[in-house]
């Protein structure tokens, strides 16, 4: 880790089988530990295009440089009849008679769906640690339903620990998904919420060792991250069949 992050708990997890750890700093800075950097990767908030956007997305490709750039790119565009197939299950893109404005979306820069989550690497990716990187795109609260929109962002996280598990990553870090503005009215602990649970419930359906690191980049979201960690971790651990389940270690 850098100067700039600071680590604020780790939850040992299933008979110390997983763990998730929680961070105040930028997913950037993340580095694996070494019997695991090769089975490594960060996660960023992506959009639809996946070829960069603001905050840590940007952040993100300015440390990732060219290489990163360019896998990016090469991520194949999703067919057309592919993405109106899509489109008939969200219900905010559609007229008030019910039919689908396709004309909101631009359907040739589509690279990956909402819910959904696109892999690059492995490569040597600038001054990013890991060599994969994982592209997950979350809602846009402000153009779903509140019930669409949760189950969108849980399909984000699990669709990005799928990736990790089909590639043999064991250690992922995410930056938080649709946390900052794409929240829409929603508050940051509900979206915090249901990327904790998601997180927790694979680790229970797959029997697959996973180190997970959880990246917050404000003071507020740190905050907020760490209490529902808590919250959910110590709760769970209680209902499970394994001795020591959350071991928390508090720094």
Do not use: W
Not at 42 to 65: Q, T
Not at 144 to 157: F, I
């Amino acid at each position: 880790m850098t100067a700039t992050t600071r680590n604020l708990g780790k939850f040992i997890l299933l008979n110390g089988r997983c763990s998730i750890s929680i961070h105040h700093g930028s997913v950037v800075d993340f580095s694996p530990p070494t019997h695991l950097r090769l089975a490594s990767a960060i996660v960023n908030a992506a959009n639809e295009r996946c070829l960069g956007g603001g905050g840590v997305d940007r952040a993100i490709n300015m440390a990732g440089g060219a290489a990163l750039k360019a896998d990016r790119c090469a991520l194949p565009i999703l067919p057309d009849l592919e993405y109106n197939e899509h489109l008939t299950l969200v219900d905010s893109l559609c007229d008030n008679e019910g039919a689908i404005s396709t004309d909101k979306i631009e359907k040739d820069d589509v690279r990956c769906y909402t819910g959904d989550s696109k892999i690059t690497g492995p490569g040597q990716y600038g001054d990013l640690k890991v060599p994969f990187v994982i592209h997950a795109v979350g809602p846009n609260y402000f153009h779903y339903s509140g019930e669409k929109g949760d189950s969108l962002l849980s399909s984000a996280y699990s669709s990005a620990l799928q990736q990790a598990k089909a590639k043999n990553i064991q250690c992922v870090a995410f930056s938080l998904i649709s946390s900052g503005i794409f929240r829409g009215r929603c508050t940051l602990s509900h979206v915090l919420k249901i990327g904790v649970t998601t997180i927790y419930e694979f680790m229970q359906k797959h029997h697959f060792p996973l180190e997970i690191h959880l990246y917050a980049f404000t003071s507020d979201e740190a905050c907020e991250l760490m209490d529902v960690a808590s919250e959910i971790l110590e709760d769970q651990s209680s209902k499970d069949n394994y001795t020591n389940e959350a071991d928390v270690i508090i720094d």
